[in-house]
């Protein structure tokens, strides 16, 4: 299996802030990387695809980069929408994998 | 617009199995390149995969769970079925399908709204 750390698990910041959020994989996944937001008692909403690719309808203020076994997530210039969990999800090998969650809330 | 909506039963007895569908709008699912998949998550965990089936009745599924699930689809109907024998309350869980386009396979854009099985006798 392949297994996916986030850090921090939980992050504090304020509106207008820039947050980076790291997903770190066990094995080399090149760039089968995608990253979700979600909101409580809601279903995961879809970001970044392949590392860096910017879903359609997604503000440009998320950006995803990262390969191999290193991904990060940035959002630059918090907006109050923003403040969610948010998940890394590989898909390099028949057994996907999510990261356990980061938490970004109000500071 | 592509939508994903989940139906099935609320409560199964512990041993039973379920039997969740999946109805799509919007697209086809023998559209080529097309995935549907489905994710279960229980309340602040990560989303867990479980199976996946591709346009071209390609199935996938979780090792782990490999020989208690199935996956089908229905191209008549426009539908996905997943069923998981010998339920567990441990598989208690909000279960979403989702959809998996052709230019990121294997990641899911677009999500049902889920739907909640609780496992007990």
């Known amino acids: 299996d392949i297994h996916l750390t986030q850090f921090p698990s939980t992050l504090s910041a304020s509106v207008g802030d820039r947050v980076t959020i790291t997903c770190r994989a066990s094995q080399n996944i090149t760039t089968w990387l995608a990253w979700y937001q979600q909101k409580p008692g809601k279903a995961p909403k879809f970001l970044i695809y392949?590392?860096?690719s910017l879903e359609s309808g997604v503000p440009s203020r998320f950006s995803g980069s990262g390969s191999g076994t290193e991904f990060t997530l940035t959002i630059t210039g918090l907006q109050p929408d923003d403040f969610a969990t948010y998940y890394c999800?590989?898909?390099?090998?028949?057994?996907?994998?999510f990261g356990q969650g980061t938490k970004l809330d109000f500071k | 617009q592509i939508t994903l909506k989940e139906s099935g039963p609320t409560v199964v007895k512990p041993t039973q199995t379920l039997t969740l569908t999946c109805t799509l709008s919007?697209?086809?699912?023998?559209?080529?390149?097309?995935?549907v998949g489905w994710i279960r998550q229980t309340p602040g965990k990560a989303p867990e995969w479980l199976s996946l089936?591709?346009?071209?009745?390609?199935?996938r599924y979780r090792p782990s769970l490999r020989g208690r699930l199935t996956i089908t689809k229905d191209n008549s109907k426009n539908q996905v079925v997943l069923t998981m024998t010998n339920m567990d309350p441990v598989d208690t869980a909000t279960y979403f399908c989702?959809?998996?386009?052709?230019?990121?396979?294997?990641?899911?854009?677009?999500w049902g709204p889920g739907t909640t099985v609780t496992v007990s006798s």
């Open positions: 392949k590392a860096s």
């Open positions: 919007g697209f086809s699912v023998s559209t080529t390149g097309v995935g």
């Open positions: 089936i591709y346009w071209n009745d390609d199935k």
């Open positions: 989702a959809h998996s386009p052709w230019y990121s396979s294997g990641a899911f854009n677009i």
């Open positions: 999800q590989q898909y390099n090998s028949y057994l996907f994998t």
